[in-house]
């Protein structure tokens, strides 16, 4: 998934975590291709008629990683793993707007075409998976990370291993113990 070297862009990080602005300069050419492609993975979870683009997703997020002031970061994947949850963020609110649009709207009701309510159904999935992890996060808060890292960020396990500093196998389990456990939790909702 990572294209630039990781080390030049740990180190980068790093300094940008110390205050040199011109590491985030040198930083963003580094990671733009590989925010886009986080970005389109996303998206390609989405409807294609979803109004946010690839193109908005990745710039909203960079908006909000450039105003991280005060994360230390630690190395690539750790850059990476808060960007997907930036960008699960944005298309989560994203979704939300929707949904409240959709009930305060005053009109009356007529049929929509498919498309339409395929929309409503991906945003509210969006938000019942959003509720359900939360609700993981209070009782196995790494198995809930595990999730957002890689079905959101589209980390590998050794990506997900190196950013929460445990095993590839304590990945792979906390994976398969969360997706039963979200799958559940979904279901009974």
């Keep these: 998934m990572i294209a630039a070297a990781s080390s030049e862009i740990t180190g980068l990080l790093i300094n940008w975590s110390k205050g040199d602005q011109t590491a985030l300069e040198r930083l963003l050419p580094l990671v733009e291709r590989d925010l886009r492609r986080l970005a389109h993975a996303y998206m390609s979870r989405e409807n294609p008629d979803h109004t946010l683009q690839t193109t908005a997703l990745v710039n909203e997020a960079y908006l909000k990683l450039v105003d991280q002031n005060k994360t230390e970061w630690q190395n690539r994947a750790h850059f990476f793993g808060i960007a997907a949850t930036i960008m699960r963020r944005i298309l989560l609110n994203y979704a939300r707007d929707q949904q409240r649009k959709k009930r305060w709207a005053r009109v009356k009701r007529v049929s929509l075409s498919e498309a339409a309510a395929v929309s409503m159904q991906k945003g509210a999935e969006l938000i ?33 291993a190196e950013v929460l500093q445990i095993s590839e196998i304590t990945v792979l389990r906390d994976w398969k113990f969360a997706r039963a456990w979200l799958m559940r939790e979904i279901k009974d909702a």
Excluded: M, T, W
């Excluded at 996060?137 to 980390?155: D, I, P, T």
């Design 128 to 160: 019942a998976l959003d509720e359900a992890l939360q609700k993981l996060a209070l009782v196995h808060g790494r198995k809930s990370r595990v999730v957002e890292l890689k079905y959101f960020g589209g980390l590998s396990v050794e990506e997900i």
